[in-house]
Nanobody, 115 residues
Framework: QLQASGGGLVQAGGSLRLSCAAS????????MGWYRQAPGKQREYVAM???????NYAESVKGRFTISRDNVKNTVYLQMNSLKPEDTAVYYC???????????WGQGTLVTVSS
């Protein structure tokens, strides 16, 4: 089970750090990812981090967001800088596995960026 937190209201250009805490070990889960769903839109991929530390980002967040993982704390982070109004969404974490995902989607954490 995954619990995302850290969302909130921020002005454009601001920063937020999201956390995703797992109830069990994520040591062997590869990769872990962040996703988001804006109002009226489908859920989309944001970023993923692999066990070795390598990362991948959606073009829309590249250079502004940084994903990381702490396998001791069983937590995945998303540092979001230079936020834009179009980043407004509910952010979720999960782990892609085959055509689906390893975990049931949680409630996510809402990020609202005002202009």
């Amino acid at each position: 089970q995954l619990q995302a937190s850290g969302g909130g209201l921020v002005q454009a250009g601001g920063s937020l750090r999201l956390s995703c805490a797992a109830s069990g070990s994520i040591f062997s889960i590869n990769p872990m990812g962040w996703y988001r769903q804006a109002p009226g839109k489908q859920r989309e991929y944001v970023a993923m981090v692999f066990i070795g530390g390598s990362t991948n980002y959606a073009e829309s967040v590249k250079g502004r967001f940084t994903i990381s993982r702490d396998n001791v704390k069983n937590t995945v982070y998303l540092q979001m800088n230079s936020l834009k109004p179009e980043d407004t969404a509910v952010y979720y974490c999960n782990a892609p596995r085959g055509p689906g995902y390893r975990f049931i989607w949680g409630q996510g954490t809402l990020v609202t960026v005002s202009s």
